[in-house]
């Protein structure tokens, strides 16, 4: 009896010795990376501590991330859909079909008149929808996408970190995230919503 439970703890500790010589690594994507696009290219410059292209969207299918600039700084969008985490598309026109005025969707977002577009995301997979401050408007999307903490990167990219949420949003609240990253200092503003 001994030796059989000596043989028997054996083997379980050779396999185990073994796992731990080949861990279980994921194949998925790190949750910080940096962006193959730079402040510059988001911002067209900065002058007067604003940026000369007042409004921009820069969308990073891959890494399911989208960054906004718009007059109050930057934020960046987690692109997972609420109902079910597909990746929502960037579409100018987000509107269309819903039944939702375009002036409903140009009113989202922290922009000039000038610069007001219904734009925002669509989901492929089951038609919800999402303004540009990412509050789902239509569809079974139960609630806001998330945003996650970017900054700036001593080379002048930015480095998105999608596990850190600087908001995040409850089934029915419509409340529009205040958090940026500030163009004039390339800091955050600190007003994280839900996190």
């Given at each position: 009896m001994g030796g059989l439970a000596t043989a028997g703890a054996s083997l379980f500790g050779g396999v185990q010795i073994l796992r731990f010589m080949f861990p279980a690594a994921s194949s998925n994507a790190p949750a910080l990376f940096k962006t193959s696009f730079s402040f510059l290219q988001l911002t067209g410059g900065v002058v007067g501590g604003k940026a000369e292209t007042p409004v921009n969207v820069i969308t990073d299918t891959a890494n399911?991330?989208?960054?906004?600039?718009?007059?109050?700084?930057i934020y960046a969008v987690l692109l997972i859909c609420t109902h079910l985490g597909c990746t929502p598309n960037y579409v100018t026109d987000v509107v269309t079909g819903s039944g939702v005025a375009p002036s409903v969707a140009d009113n989202r977002g922290i922009r000039t008149k000038a610069q007001q577009i219904p734009n925002g995301w669509a989901c492929p997979c089951h038609g919800s929808r999402y303004f540009i401050d990412s509050t789902n408007f239509y569809g079974?999307?139960?609630?806001?996408?998330?945003?996650?903490?970017?900054?700036v990167t001593p080379d002048g990219f930015f480095a998105v970190d999608r596990g850190t949420l600087v908001a995040t949003r409850g089934a029915g609240d419509n409340t529009p995230p205040q958090w940026r990253l500030l163009v004039s200092t390339q800091k955050s503003n600190g007003k994280t919503y839900g996190v």
């Open positions: 399911r991330v989208s960054v906004i600039l718009d007059d109050a700084g079974p999307a139960p609630r806001p996408m998330d945003w996650v903490n970017i900054s």
